[in-house]
């Protein structure tokens, strides 16, 4: 649905993307990267806010470039919290129902039913100034499905929705994808996006750095010693049996005095052997935590690597 | 769906908030002096009256009303970064601008009209017996189109276009229609008044050049109609082309 040869997007001096080539298809793709990363430009760019500098972007085969042939069959859910304030939500949603080329019977049923899947029927009479940001998420991502859109570009949609959001967000985007929809998802959030789909498009700095499956890059990054925190009460026990565990790189006290750090290869198999420590040998741990288990990490894993 | 972008501008444009400055500054401002031009003009007779506070005050606050209002066809959406909901909608950009700037300028028609009403009302005590006031509104009403239009491009062009938009409104079209020689003919007001075809305002230099009527305006009303009428239709289409052609992002994010 998306084909991207060799796109860059110049600011000025500032580079927005750079040289990227993908192809995106049916189902849940994410895109990945820090703040800064070029996420937001991409999506512009297939959205057709932008045009590109160099470089040919194609979406169902055509320019995006405000091409109205694109957008009857792209949603979108921008990244920017504003709307009309003085609307109410339904009324948002109704009018763009209505740009949409449905006409006044056909928008306001369509405005109703994506109300209703995004779980804002109760609310969506209330003006918009006094949503919280979960509910103009909500939204957003009703507008954005209201033309039935073959392609579904999502910047960042997570962003304040509390963790039940998530789940019906998440099964919701699960539901369009298994009717064959393709859906972009934008995140800087590793945790996030792993909930939602094993396909990745990682950008760092402009560049896409890797694509593909999520196993992949995970395993790439697995050949990486990860850092691992370990609180207990019992630290020079817990050194001790930590010490006769599998994959141990190197291994030293925190300076608190209740913690233990360590670096481990294979992390899956470190973890799998501490479980059955901690059963079997009663080691006490009061917290866990892997420093190193986030997308900053994976970047500098990926670009040494 | 161009109805629903049209009525939507309309809507937008005839919020309360928006609307009551301008009707109360008809109701007012121009009623008011409307009611006691004779104080300021002595022995006028009632249509050198109603010309004066016309030209004085209706066509000047026409051009404000524009200026303020016509930032709601695009820059208003880009400042407040709405616009990309409208441009990633399946409506070609021509007609969203189009459709805008037809809503704008009927409803800046509108209440200009009604500040002319106003001054009618003021000067006449009453709505009849004012034989310019039908051509005045014909008048305010190409202006708020031409006006529109130059407006709308000028928020296509420039950043903080306001600013330009006022200083044009103000500076421009006070000064410009009372300079020596053809620069009053790079006013729009000079072809408005043409239109509204006014009573000299005599020998009056001060309210001559309050009236924007010191320079020479030998334009007739046909012409007049013509020159509005070419300028908003080139405008209008480059704009639309402009629009279309070119990327518009909220500003701190195309930086």
């Known amino acids: ?305 | 769906m161009e109805g629903a972008i049209f009525m939507q501008a309309v809507r937008e444009n005839l919020r309360f908030r928006r609307v009551i400055p301008w009707l109360f500054l008809g109701g007012v401002v121009v009623l008011g002096f409307a009611m006691n031009w004779e104080t300021f003009q002595p022995g006028a007779d009632k249509e050198s009256q109603y010309a004066a506070v016309s030209s004085i005050f209706v066509f000047h606050i026409l051009a404000l009303i524009s200026a303020i209002l016509t930032s709601t066809i695009l820059n208003q959406e880009v400042e407040n970064k709405t616009i990309v909901y409208l441009l990633t909608r399946p409506v070609p950009r021509w007609k969203l601008l189009f459709f805008r700037y037809l809503a704008c300028s009927l409803v800046v028609a509108a209440l200009a009209s009604i500040n002319a009403v106003f001054a009618s009302a003021g000067v006449y005590h009453g709505l009849s017996g004012n034989s310019f006031l039908i051509k005045d509104i014909a008048a305010l009403t190409v202006g708020a189109f031409a006006y529109g239009a130059f407006f709308m491009l000028i928020g296509l062009l420039f950043n903080r276009a306001m600013i330009v938009c006022l200083l044009f409104a103000f500076g421009w079209e006070t000064a410009v229609p009372n300079m020596p020689g053809q620069m009053s003919y790079l006013s729009i007001n000079t072809y408005l008044q043409a239109i509204a075809q006014h009573p000299s305002t005599g020998s009056n230099k001060g309210l001559a050049a309050l009236s924007a009527a010191l320079g020479e305006n030998s334009i007739s009303t046909s012409t007049g109609y013509i020159t509005m009428i070419v300028f908003i239709v080139v405008l209008v289409v480059f704009g639309a082309g402009w629009f279309t052609h070119f990327e518009f992002l909220p500003r701190e994010d195309a930086e």
């Open chain 1, 1 to 305: 649905m998306i084909t991207a040869t060799n796109v860059s997007r110049w600011y000025g001096q500032v580079i927005g993307v750079n040289d990227i080539n993908c192809e995106i298809g049916p189902g849940i793709t994410a895109l990945l990267g820090m703040n800064g990363a070029g996420k937001t430009t991409l999506i512009r760019l297939i959205t057709g806010q932008l045009r590109p500098t160099t470089g040919d972007l194609r979406v169902f085969g055509l320019e995006p470039f405000a091409n109205p042939d694109v957008y009857r069959r792209m949603g979108y859910c921008p990244e920017i919290d504003n709307f009309y304030e003085h609307y109410t939500g339904r009324d948002f949603v109704r009018y763009l129902a209505r740009l949409d080329g449905m006409s006044a019977s056909v928008g306001n049923a369509r405005t109703d039913e994506v109300i209703d899947m995004v779980g804002m029927s109760e609310r969506a009479n209330r003006k918009i100034a006094g949503y919280s940001k979960g509910m103009r998420q909500r939204i957003k991502l009703a507008q954005a499905m209201l033309h039935n859109p073959d392609l579904i570009l999502l910047d960042e949609p997570l962003n304040g929705l509390d963790p039940v959001g998530r789940r019906e967000f998440m099964d919701l985007l699960g539901g369009l994808a298994d009717q064959g929809k393709a859906i972009l998802v934008s995140s800087h959030i590793l945790f996030e996006v792993e909930q939602m789909t094993r396909s990745l498009l990682l950008l760092h700095r402009g560049r896409l750095l890797a694509t593909g499956d999520l196993g992949v890059i995970r395993s790439l990054i697995d050949t990486h010693p990860h850092q691992i925190r370990i609180e207990t009460d019992e630290p020079r026990r817990a050194a001790a049996l930590l010490a006769e565990l599998p994959n141990i790189v190197s291994m030293k006290f925190d300076r608190s005095g209740d913690a233990v750090q360590l670096e481990v290869r294979e992390p899956a198999a470190f973890y799998d052997a501490l479980a059955a420590a901690v059963l079997e040998k009663g080691l006490t741990i009061r917290g866990f935590s892997s420093p190193d288990n986030n997308l900053e990490s994976v970047f500098k894993y990926l670009v040494e690597a």
